[in-house]
């Protein structure tokens, strides 16, 4: 394995500062090894992932800034609608590694006159010494060049790669089950975060490695789907990928079914395991909990710890189930608690929520004393719909 790859691979998210990133217009977060994020419906969970989802595509193959920002629809759609006297949308990220060296990079955005990006400010330090900071002499210049990041760049990224690499390896996963059963699900899809291309990615796995990880996924997946005692990569009569898993019942030999048979809560449980299994950067997951049973969503986060000791990868989750919040070795600065103003949504651990605290003494579970907290206001009049 290359010292590049160790270097990008031991790096994690430490801290996040945002502002006017689309409801958020004021960020400043320590982050975990698990981040848990809740709060009520439309508060901005998926819009925190997708800061971390847009630095990865700002230095993904094909991507870069003007192509991550197309894909959310410019620059205006990002800015949050509360940004007033500052009106650039920021995004300032602290990194830290196994070998003790720290990174920052900050960038700020704006747009010219026919809406294109522009970039206002882009720096990176290490170890708190500045390694560039933009716009620079050449950029006053050209001020074309403020179309691209430095970090996108390979010809003058060298002395901060790992950052730049880090970001590469950032994973969304949110597992649309019909996209794996679809017999075309693969036809112009590569590394789909919906799934599309799953089992393509799996069976592009080297032999040792497929049959490691589906047995361990096997074993997994017993504990949610008792029948299930077997699974395994079978290839169609054109060569097309399949899962393939025996299920236990009277008959001796047990049937087999193939992914287009499987439940919905089984596919994306299974998705979860492999991603979890493949190790690599930061993963984001959003409410993972779908289609599965609250006693097994329960004990998710525990697979989460088990497997993150395995690999290091760092979590990010969203969630609305107070089932995954159930569990005592979640801590206060793990759970990242938003909740929604006139004036944008704040994003604060639940350390920094005194009465989380005092029912945690009282005997209340973590669940118990912050999902309340996510409830949206006046719920009950739902109720009266069509009175």
Do not use: C
């Amino acid at each position: 394995m290359s010292s590049r790859r160790r270097d990008h691979g031991s790096l994690r998210f430490t801290r996040l500062r945002l502002q006017n990133w689309r409801n958020f217009s004021n960020v400043d977060v320590a982050l975990s090894q698990r981040v848990f994020v809740v709060g009520p419906n439309a508060s901005g969970k998926s819009n925190l992932l997708d800061v971390f989802r847009f630095l990865h595509d700002i230095v993904s193959v094909g991507g870069g800034l003007e192509e991550a920002v197309r894909k959310r629809q410019g620059v205006s759609k990002l800015r949050a609608l509360a940004a007033r006297k500052v009106p650039d949308i920021v995004i300032d990220v602290e990194l830290g590694g196994a070998n003790g060296a720290t990174w920052r990079y900050e960038l700020a955005l704006g747009h010219d006159k026919q809406q294109r990006p522009r970039i206002t400010h882009e720096s990176v330090r290490r170890d708190s010494r500045l390694l560039f900071s933009r716009p620079d002499e050449s950029d006053r210049s050209d001020p074309e060049r403020l179309t691209q990041t430095y970090l996108q760049q390979v010809n003058v990224n060298k002395e901060f790669r790992p950052v730049a690499d880090a970001f590469a390896s950032i994973r969304y996963l949110h597992i649309v089950p019909q996209l794996i059963r679809e017999p075309d699900r693969s036809v112009g899809r590569t590394n789909d975060p919906y799934g599309g291309d799953f089992l393509e990615q799996v069976a592009a796995t080297r032999e040792h490695t497929l049959r490691a990880r589906l047995k361990a996924i096997a074993s997994a997946l017993k504990i949610a789907v008792p029948q299930l005692s077997e699974l395994e990569l079978v290839r169609g009569p054109r060569g097309v990928p399949h899962l393939r898993g025996r299920y236990e019942h009277w008959r001796p030999q047990g049937a087999w079914q193939t992914e287009d048979q499987f439940s919905d809560g089984t596919l994306r449980l299974l998705g979860l395991l492999w991603a979890i299994l493949e190790g690599g950067g930061p993963l984001l997951l959003e409410e993972p909990e779908l289609s599965l049973h609250p006693e097994v969503v329960r004990y998710l986060p525990q697979m989460f710890a088990r497997m993150q000791r395995r690999s290091g990868r760092q979590m990010f989750v969203s969630t609305h189930s107070p089932e995954l919040l159930l569990d005592d070795g979640i801590g206060l600065d793990e759970v990242l608690l938003l909740t929604p103003s006139p004036e944008g949504t704040t994003a604060a651990t639940a350390k920094a929520f005194p009465e989380i605290e005092t029912l945690l003494h009282g005997g209340s579970t973590l669940s118990e004393a912050v999902m309340p907290l996510t409830r949206p206001r006046s719920a009950e009049q739902l109720a009266l719909f069509g009175d």
